[in-house]
């Protein structure tokens, strides 16, 4: 079974451009989750998908993200503008019908510069 | 509030010992899960264990153990045998109402060889 697709793993951009992550969960799996790390620190969640709709999007700073997942698989995250502050590891997650277990991807390294 | 919280930043332990990380929580919820995610160097969070609030025994899946203490709200992960793999970060995650992760700081466990 193939895992949690991310790319790009890493991204460095300057501070005032924009950037875009994408996302495939594990065939199957309807919730996606997006979420946010920075160093040293648990992840913290910004949005949630249940098919294409959104369950939960309270602490996306809407100002500058936007998230979609259109026909209810793959996902894309963006940033724009970025802020050096937007520096973390951003994480796609999915679950399936044990919907406690949430499965990975391997991350995408942005560096804000 | 929600809270996890691991109180050991980090940790070294002999190879072939057993270790403990240490994790506690809050919630006022009478249904609810913990998790254990370990985060290797390369970024991607890896599901180890799970432990639901209304099961009576303690989760096992191979050389890990959750030790759930509910009256005392712990739920430390137990490694057996540690390797020179088992090196990463450790994350304990608690599942709220609304099926949410909630994460604490984590944990960064050292094996010496």
């Known amino acids: 079974e193939a895992g949690v697709a991310q790319s790009p793993r890493y991204k460095i951009i300057e501070k005032r451009q924009s950037v875009a992550f994408w996302c495939n969960p594990i065939?199957?799996?309807?919730?996606l989750y997006w979420y946010q790390q920075i160093l040293g620190q648990g992840p913290k969640l910004l949005i949630q998908?249940?098919?294409?709709?959104?369950?939960?999007d309270s602490q996306l700073p809407k100002d500058r993200f936007s998230a979609e997942r259109l026909k209810g698989v793959d996902s894309t995250l963006k940033i724009q503008p970025a802020k050096l502050e937007d520096s973390a590891v951003y994480l796609c997650?999915?679950?399936?019908?044990?919907?406690?277990?949430?499965?990975f991807g391997p991350g995408t390294r942005l560096t804000v510069t | 509030a929600q809270k996890i919280t691991q109180t050991q930043p980090g940790m070294f332990v002999q190879e072939k010992e057993a270790v403990t990380l240490d994790c506690t929580y809050d919630?006022?919820?009478?249904?609810?899960?913990l998790f254990w995610y370990k985060q290797p160097s390369s970024g991607e969070m890896i599901f180890l264990i799970y432990?639901?609030?209304?099961d009576e025994q303690n989760a096992t899946e191979g050389r890990y153990s959750l030790n759930f203490q509910k009256a005392r709200k712990s739920a430390n992960l137990v490694i057996s045998a540690s390797q020179l793999g088992d090196s990463a970060m450790y994350f304990c995650?608690?599942?709220?109402?609304?099926?949410?992760?909630?994460w604490g700081a984590g944990t960064k466990l050292i094996i010496k060889p």
């Open positions: 997650a999915s679950s399936g019908d044990r919907f406690y277990e949430q499965y």
């Open positions: 065939s199957g799996h309807a919730t």
């Open positions: 998908f249940q098919n294409n709709g959104v369950v939960d």
């Open positions: 919630t006022s919820d009478q249904s609810y899960g």
């Open positions: 432990q639901g609030s209304y």
């Open positions: 995650a608690m599942r709220d109402s609304n099926y949410q992760l909630i």
